[in-house]
Each structure stands twice: as structure tokens, then as C-alpha cells.
């Protein structure tokens, strides 16, 4: 069946590197994808998407790559800060994955 | 603020006990969602309206029973709840179910079943 997910549940960096959370799906037909971002007690909140038409977009401090051929996309965090911590999910859009949770050391 | 708003924020139950959630949009969306949040588990969608119709009904079990009166009120009627329903129950909004949405969350309604 289809399913979304994560190669790691937890992300340690540095505050200042940047972060890169990978996550693969299994539908080849899939073409849109959104990242949410979750932090304690809140629910998730959408960070950036991509259409399959597409293999890279970026936003504020954010990008996002797609591999049709290998069915994976990453988000990439630019000069990671302290409030980047929390629970990063990709979606597909209503199928999520497992999440990864992101520490960020000061 | 996502203007999705959900109550109550925290919900203590019995298995014999009835209860609702609701959960408010104020974006002008068309289309509104429960999933549930478990613990090391990814979210699970259970419902999906769409226009005030369900589209959708995720093999969920009957003791979920969903309602949506117009576009911006969606409950969660639980009855008979059993333990393993503890978890944070997201309402979600979007202006369709199709083409390219993104989804906007309330801040869910922890749930514990004793």
C-alpha cells in the first residue's frame, strides 16, 4: 500500500548548521507533497510544498528536493535556530509519515 | 493562529461515557478533516468533508461518529471508547480535497480514555 516515511526519528544539529531531513514515499504516482512543521502542543504547520513538475523550491530558509526517480525528498534548513525545534512530517498529502524530530543544540 | 480552533483542548473519559469534539474554521475552506496523533505513530486520517459531505471514512471504527453541519463546524461524536483511543485528535481545514492544498491544523484535543 502507499505509505510515506523517514530514514531517522530524531536530528541533532548545531545551532547555526543546517539541517536536512530526508523522507521517502512509495506511490510513483504521487505529485504533490507538502512538509509540516510541529511543535510541542500545537498542531502541524505547513512549511513548503513541491508538485512533481518540479525537483527543487525554496522558501525562507527552507528548501526542498524531489527525486521522482528514486521516490525521496528532502527539506534542507538553512542556519538552523533554537526555534526550528520540533517534529518535521512530510506528507503526500493526506498520507503522513512518521515524523522527525529535530533538536537543535545552542 | 491558524484560525482552525478545537474544543475542548483536553478531554477525560470514561468507556461508558459520551462526548464531542468540535472543531471551528474561520478561513472560508470547503473542506474539513480529523486524524488522529498517537504516540511514535504517524497521523491517521479518519474523516474527510468535503462541502459538508463525507468523502472519506478511513475504516474507523463506529464509536467515531463525525458530523459537519455546514463548512466551518466539524464534530467528533465518541461513544464506548476503549483505551487504545487515547490520543491528540487534529481537525484540519482546506480550501478543496483536490488539486494542490495544503491542510491548516487547530491545535487538537488531547484525549485520555480511563
Known amino acids: 500500500g502507499e505509505s510515506v516515511g523517514l530514514h531517522l526519528p530524531t536530528l541533532s544539529v548545531q545551532e547555526g548548521d543546517n539541517s536536512i531531513i530526508n523522507c521517502a514515499y512509495s506511490n510513483s504516482a504521487s505529485d504533490y507533497f507538502i512538509w509540516y512543521k510541529q511543535e510541542s502542543g500545537k498542531g502541524p504547520q505547513f512549511i513548503i510544498d513541491?508538485?512533481?513538475?518540479?525537483d527543487k523550491r525554496q522558501g525562507q530558509r527552507v528548501t526542498v528536493l524531489l527525486n521522482k526517480t528514486v521516490k525521496h525528498l528532502s527539506l534542507q534548513i538553512a542556519a538552523t535556530q533554537p526555534g526550528d525545534s520540533a517534529v518535521y512530517f512530510c506528507?503526500?498529502?493526506?498520507?503522513f509519515g512518521a515524523g522527525t524530530r529535530l533538536f537543535v543544540k545552542a | 493562529e491558524t484560525g482552525v480552533t478545537q474544543t475542548p483542548r483536553h478531554l477525560v473519559m470514561g468507556m461508558t461515557n459520551k462526548k464531542s469534539l468540535k472543531c471551528e474554521q474561520h478561513l472560508g475552506h470547503n473542506a474539513m478533516y480529523w486524524y488522529k496523533q498517537s504516540a511514535k505513530k504517524p497521523l491517521e486520517l479518519m474523516f474527510v468533508y468535503s462541502l459538508e459531505e463525507r468523502v472519506e471514512n478511513n475504516s474507523v471504527p463506529s464509536r467515531f461518529s463525525p458530523e459537519c453541519p455546514n463548512s466551518s463546524h466539524l464534530f467528533l461524536h465518541l461513544h464506548t471508547l476503549q483505551p487504545e483511543d487515547s490520543a491528540l485528535y487534529l481537525c484540519?481545514?482546506?480550501?478543496?480535497?483536490?488539486?494542490?492544498?495544503?491542510?491548516?491544523f487547530g491545535p487538537g484535543t488531547r484525549l485520555t480514555v480511563l
Open positions: 484540519a481545514s482546506s480550501q478543496g480535497t483536490r488539486d494542490y492544498n495544503e491542510q491548516f
Open positions: 513541491i508538485r512533481s513538475n518540479m
Open positions: 506528507a503526500e498529502p493526506l498520507i
